[in-house]
T-cell receptor, first 118, second 111 residues
């Protein structure tokens, strides 16, 4: 149980285009989803937290107009990188937390999406 | 949010027991301690979580002293496939509980 999927696993796009990444909780309802970015040999950096049906909360320094997050249902959140540039190339990871769980920190992570902007 | 400190890297050999210690001096009363494992180009994988004393599951043990200012992840008889980065995180309750990730410990298991 507690499986999170991401699609696509890898994407290559041209500079200036927009890319949408999907994050799905397959066997549970995710009241909260988190989006992270990870550069090579660095740690995960939290970008934003989203609750189903409400606006996402972005971390300081993350442009909300560039990284659009939608959490329209309890099983799906999307991250859209708008007008992508080479510096946006990174590994994007989502995680989901099931509402009501007693394990306070237990987030279930997706496999990640490798974005390369040419 | 409590900050954690771990060794940057560790080396071990197949079959050995590996202990990775994490310091979290500012841990709050309602914070739990959680360890994740991450392989290259994959999302982190939950290993174990605890609040105090000792927790054991099928893959690891977690030792937490009474003052809870540190914790030790113990991996029994590691294999080559345990080569990964291990992250220690602390946090408490809350619907929007954020996880702040440190650099983790890069464990290399050698033949």
């Amino acid at each position: 149980g507690a499986v999170v999927s991401q699609h696509p696993s890898r994407v290559i796009c041209k500079s200036g285009t927009s890319v949408k990444i999907e994050c799905r909780s397959l066997d549970f309802q995710a009241t909260t989803m988190f989006w992270y970015r990870q550069f090579p040999k660095q740690s995960l950096m939290l970008m934003a937290t989203s609750n189903e049906g409400s606006k996402a909360t972005y971390e300081q320094g993350v442009e909300k107009d560039k990284f659009l997050i939608n959490h329209a249902s309890l099983t799906l959140s999307t991250l859209t990188v708008t007008s992508a540039h080479p510096e946006d190339s990174s590994f994007y990871i989502c995680s989901a937390r099931e509402g009501g769980r007693s394990s306070y920190n237990e987030q279930f992570f997706g496999p990640g999406t490798r974005l390369t902007v040419l | 949010l409590a900050k954690t400190t771990q060794p940057i890297s560790m080396d071990s050999y197949e079959g050995q027991e590996v202990n990775i210690t994490c310091s979290h001096n500012n841990i709050a009363t309602n914070d739990y301690i959680t360890w994740y494992q991450q392989f290259p180009s994959q999302g982190p994988r939950f290993i174990i979580q605890g609040y105090k004393t000792k927790v054991t599951n099928e893959v690891a043990s977690l030792f937490i002293p009474a003052d809870r200012k540190s914790s030790t992840l113990s991996l029994p008889r590691v294999s080559l496939s345990d080569t990964a980065v291990y992250y220690c995180l602390v946090g408490g309750n809350g619907n929007n509980r954020k996880l702040i990730w440190g650099l983790g410990t890069s464990l290399a298991v050698n033949p």
